[in-house]
């Protein structure tokens, strides 16, 4: 699908514990349609999926619980095991949630549409996007936070973190930054800022 024919898409990605459901929450709250990349790919393996069943068929019936869902920590123990298991896990789901994203993202009736991917810079999902929204914070507030959401060791996090593009990476490739290191009050602000900005530059897109 051509990207001249949807709404102006803006990317909103961050690293772990940044914020970003903090700052889609503040952006869904004035009515914009969100698209989340990680909801897409949980839906397309829901019980009853022709996804499913195939990951069922190719690796068996103990990737399932017992209720029929997926267990997700079943697979990734086998395709972290196993690079060709992986490939083949990657050539089934990363076509069909690329076609699922670009239905919804054709399909939102806002003015523009908030594209969440926790992983957007490494998946190379940028041409999805008409904007790159970056959540950004300082590394060990970054690593603070995650500890207090999630629990677990530094030492987990640590590795989560740097399986990700590095902070200087992602803050090059932005064309918005917000800073989630201060008060709630003062994200409150950059969301609204930036709210403004965005309706001009849909307003902007459409008129071309």
Same mark, same amino acid.
């Given at each position: 699908?051509?990207?001249?024919q949807?709404?102006? @898409?803006i /990317?909103?990605?961050? /690293?772990? /514990? +940044? ?5 889609a ?8 349609v969100? @698209?989340?990349?990680?909801? %897409? ?7 009853? #999926?022709?996804?499913?069943?195939? *990951? #069922? ?8 619980q017992s209720?029929g869902?997926?267990d997700?920590?079943?697979?990734r123990? *086998? @395709? ?5 298991a992986k490939?083949?896990?990657?050539a089934?789901? &990363?076509p069909?949630i690329?076609q &699922? ?9 806002s003015?523009? %549409? ?5 992983l957007?810079?490494?998946?190379q999902?940028? +041409?999805y *996007?008409d904007?790159?929204?970056? %959540?950004?914070?300082?590394?060990q507030?970054?690593?603070?936070? #995650?500890?207090s959401?999630?629990?677990? +060791?530094?030492?987990q996090? /640590?590795?989560?973190?740097a399986?990700? @593009?590095?902070?200087?990476?992602r803050l +090059?490739?932005?064309?918005? %930054?917000?800073d ?7 994200? #409150?602000?950059? *969301?609204?800022?930036? &709210? ?13």
């Amino acid at each position: 699908m051509n990207k001249a024919q949807l709404p102006l @898409v803006i /990317g909103l990605t961050g /690293g772990i /514990g +940044s914020g970003k459901s903090t700052v889609a929450a503040g952006f869904a709250s004035k009515g914009i349609v969100q @698209v989340d990349a990680d909801l %897409v790919a949980r839906q397309l393996v829901q019980p009853g #999926t022709p996804a499913l069943e195939q *990951i #069922t068929a190719h690796f068996g019936h103990d990737i399932l619980q017992s209720d029929g869902q997926l267990d997700r920590q079943a697979l990734r123990a *086998i @395709v972290f095991s196993q690079p060709s298991a992986k490939a083949w896990l990657d050539a089934l789901l &990363h076509p069909l949630i690329r076609q &699922h994203m670009q239905q919804q993202l054709a399909a939102a009736q806002s003015p523009y %549409v908030l594209f969440i991917a926790p992983l957007l810079l490494e998946n190379q999902l940028e +041409s999805y *996007i008409d904007r790159l929204l970056v %959540v950004d914070l300082p590394e060990q507030l970054q690593l603070q936070r #995650t500890l207090s959401r999630d629990g677990g +060791s530094e030492q987990q996090v /640590g590795s989560i973190m740097a399986a990700q @593009v590095s902070r200087a990476q992602r803050l +090059s490739a932005a064309d918005d %930054v917000i800073d989630n290191s201060g008060k709630p009050e003062q994200l #409150t602000a950059q *969301i609204e800022k930036l &709210h403004q900005r965005y309706l001009q530059l849909a307003q902007q897109k459409r008129n071309r």
